[in-house]
C-alpha cells in the first residue's frame, strides 16, 4: 500500500494528470503496448530490426530489459500457435535471461541473447509446418 501511494506522490509531482501512462512512467515498468509491441517485433522482425526496436523502446520508455523479460513471460504462455516444445524452450531462454540480467551481466548482451531464443524459436516454429 505504501509503495502504490509513493507512486501515487511522485506521479502527481511529476505530471500535470495522473493517468495511466503516468503512473507507469513513474513507475519505470513497461505498459501491456509496450510489452505487446516488444513481442510482436520479437516474432516477427529480422534479428537486427527487433534488437534496434527493443534499445529504443528501452531508451524512449526508460524501460529495463529485466523488466521486460519479466513481463513478456505471461504473454508467451498466450500464444495458442507455438508448440509445447518451444514454448518451453522460450520460457528457459527468459528465464536464463532474467538469471543472469540479476547477477550483473551486459544489458545489450542478454538484449542478444533473448532476441536469439526468439529467432531460434520462429526458426523450429517454421521447419515444424514443412
Not at 534499445?55 to 507455438?82: N, Y
Not at 514454448?87 to 528465464?95: F, K, P, T
Not at 543472469?100 to 529467432?119: C, D, H, K, P
Request: hydrophobic share 50%; net charge neutral.
Amino acid at each position: 500500500m505504501r509503495r502504490t501511494l509513493n507512486i501515487l506522490q511522485s506521479c502527481h509531482m511529476a505530471f500535470p494528470r495522473v493517468d495511466e501512462q503516468a503512473v507507469y512512467a513513474t513507475a519505470g515498468q513497461p505498459r501491456p503496448q509496450d510489452v505487446a509491441d516488444a513481442l510482436r517485433w520479437l516474432l516477427n522482425e529480422s534479428f537486427g530490426e527487433a534488437m534496434k526496436r527493443l534499445q529504443r523502446l528501452q531508451v524512449e520508455k526508460g524501460v529495463a530489459l529485466a523488466d521486460i523479460v519479466r513481463e513478456l513471460q505471461p504473454w508467451v504462455f498466450r500464444i495458442e500457435s507455438l508448440p509445447a516444445a518451444t514454448r518451453v524452450d522460450l520460457i528457459e531462454a527468459l528465464a536464463d535471461t532474467e538469471h543472469r540480467l540479476a547477477y550483473g551481466t551486459s544489458e545489450r548482451l542478454q538484449l542478444g541473447a533473448l532476441v536469439g531464443a526468439f529467432q531460434t524459436a520462429k526458426g523450429a516454429v517454421a521447419a515444424a509446418a514443412v
